[in-house]
């Protein structure tokens, strides 16, 4: 008996380094798991005010360029980044096809998955849909106002989420660790 317990982990003291090892790995996986909270709150941050920007550009095209929406998605392609630039410029050329789809089917089916990269809740992401939606009118201010509505909405949800993103990833990092720290008390 006495030998297999030496194999296996030296007896008492081999005992106590795996326990150590392993509140180590509890304490790190806590403090991990915190610190990814943290991180999806400032990428929901970062989608909201990315949308943002988005409409304005889109906004800028409409009012200055006098762009129809096939040109300011052409426009955008040309200036965004992947993976907007490819979504941008496959609206482009669906709405070039005249398939009879309106422009808010076109656009919520290319947007859809790029919006899964961040993590935005349901209703900031309808709020979006409804800009795709309201863009059936010929007339341009009354585009603008849809895309302006929906630009004010989202850049309300922004500003109200922007203070207590940090604050909250830090407080989920801490959370975390302490968390981890009285696991790793508890189990010793």
Excluded: H
């Amino acid at each position: 008996m006495r030998n297999k317990c030496r194999l296996i982990g030296g007896g008492m003291r081999g005992n106590m380094i795996f326990r150590w090892i392993g509140g180590g790995l509890v304490a790190g996986g806590c403090l991990g798991l915190g610190g990814w909270y943290g991180e999806q709150l400032r990428l929901r941050l970062q989608g909201l005010q990315l949308l943002c920007r988005i409409l304005e550009m889109m906004m800028s095209e409409v009012r200055y360029s006098k762009a129809t929406l096939p040109e300011c998605c052409l426009k955008l392609g040309k200036r965004l980044e992947e993976p907007f630039a490819g979504a941008f410029l496959r609206v482009y050329g669906e709405m070039g096809k005249n398939e009879g789809r309106g422009f808010g089917e076109i656009f919520r089916g290319e947007m859809e998955d790029i919006l899964e990269r961040f993590p935005l809740r349901k209703e900031e992401k309808d709020l979006f849909w409804q800009f795709g939606e309201g863009l059936g009118y010929e007339e341009p201010r009354m585009q603008l106002d849809a895309m302006e509505q929906c630009r004010d909405g989202l850049k309300l949800l922004a500003d109200r989420l922007e203070p207590e993103t940090v604050e909250k990833g830090r407080m989920a990092l801490r959370l975390g660790g302490m968390g981890g720290l009285l696991l790793v008390i508890l189990l010793l």
